[in-house]
C-alpha cells in the first residue's frame, strides 16, 4: 500500500504505507521534511498537508482540536493535519503533499 506525495515542483512519489500509522509517520520515516514538532499531539500545526480534493471524501471529518490547529496555521481548503490521519487500506493511493507551513528548511 502507497501514500503518493507531490512536491513543490510536482513531482510524485509513492511511499510505503503501513496500516494504522499515522500520515505524518509515514512521511517523515521516509525522509521527507515534515517538521512535526509536537510528534502528533495535536499542537503544534505543523504536519500540515494538502489532499488531493478527490480524496478528501474518503477522510474522516477533522475533530474540533484539528480544526482549531488548522486555523491558527494558515490551512487552506484541502488542508489537514497528517498527524491526525491513520491510515487505512482504504487510503492507498492518498495523494498530498507538505504545506509550506510544515516544510523545515535547511538552516
Ligand atoms: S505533529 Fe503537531 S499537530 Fe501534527
Redesign the pocket.
Given at each position: 500500500m502507497k501514500i503518493v506525495l507531490v512536491d513543490g515542483d510536482g513531482r510524485e512519489q509513492a511511499l510505503d504505507a503501513i496500516e494504522g500509522w499515522r500520515v505524518?509517520e509515514i512521511i517523515r520515516d521516509h525522509g521527507f521534511p515534515i517538521?512535526?514538532?509536537?510528534?502528533?499531539?495535536?499542537?503544534?500545526?505543523?504536519?500540515?498537508v494538502e489532499v488531493d480534493p478527490r480524496w478528501t471524501a474518503k477522510l474522516h471529518d477533522p475533530r474540533e482540536d484539528?480544526l482549531d490547529?488548522l486555523d491558527q496555521n494558515y490551512a487552506g481548503e484541502w488542508s489537514r493535519?497528517?498527524?491526525?490521519l491513520i491510515f487505512t487500506p482504504d487510503l492507498n493511493g492518498l495523494r498530498l503533499r507538505i504545506a509550506p507551513v510544515a516544510l523545515a528548511t535547511a538552516a
Open positions: 505524518m517538521i512535526a514538532e509536537c510528534g502528533g499531539a495535536c499542537a503544534c500545526g505543523t504536519c500540515q484539528e490547529m493535519l497528517s498527524c491526525q
